[in-house]
């Protein structure tokens, strides 16, 4: 009887350690904030956030990054990065895996992993892919919140293991460009981006751009929308407005010198045009930011 009162006690004993995993691992569905302060600094752990909404000007290693909707940020401890402004409508969603619990996650994975996604840093997808990515996303903050479960912490080390390679691999496709790699749609949206990045002070027009990309404006708008949710205009429009607010928060220029460098008409068209996109004088904008 003895022994049988043994056996189960020593059957009802977990397997697993179910040590807290709150330290290690954080993970939000949607965020107005990014999961690092503003400035300048090195980040102590791992990181995956993609934006939903609004943009981000930033540097990783130095390197400048402009991310906007749909665009996957991967980080590793020890990169150093740098915010230099965000969009008051920008919403994002990440995990965070500490230093120490990353060695799990990453045992036994080839050392070039690591320096692949620090050369990649960030991806821009499709909509439908990013909803994707807000299931897997959900299925890693359902393992956060089931405090019941034994199993918890390994459960999602190897679910954070698992999105790793999913993410590695949709990344090396889109890199390699063959068959099941970057389709059209990517280059031609990535393209579009890179030259409205380039010239926004000289033209911010639609036909412009599909000018440049040798397609008409109706299939430009199409792309833009499918990969991004928002049309071809709205998203040089929202660029521009980005670059404008930058200006008012982080510079004494006149608004006259503002519109000089962008290429407006003169400070009135420009005050105009920013209130008419974002509800308020530029003034006005400023000093609420200051």
Known sequence: MVKNKTNIQAGNTPLFQNKQIEEDFRVELSDRKLPFVSGILRVQEAIVCICLNGEIRMTVDRKELYICRNTFLVLFPGQIVGVKAMSENLEVMYFTVSAAALTEVLFRFPPEFTTFFKEQVICHDSYENIKVEMRRFEMLRSAFDDRCNVCRRDIILNLVRVYYLELYNSIYKLLNNGLTGKTRKMELFEQFARFVMEDYRINREVLFYANKLNISV?????????????????????????????????????????????????????????????????????????
């Open 218 to 290: 109706k299939y430009l708008s199409m792309v833009v929308l499918e990969m991004d949710g928002r049309n071809a205009k709205k998203w040089i429009d929202d660029y521009v407005i980005s670059e404008i607010k930058i200006r008012l928060q982080s510079t004494n220029e006149s608004l006259q010198d503002i519109a000089f460098d962008l290429n407006f008409s003169d400070q009135s068209f420009l005050s105009k045009y920013f209130k008419r996109k974002t509800g308020v004088s530029p003034t006005k904008y400023r000093k609420s930011v200051l």
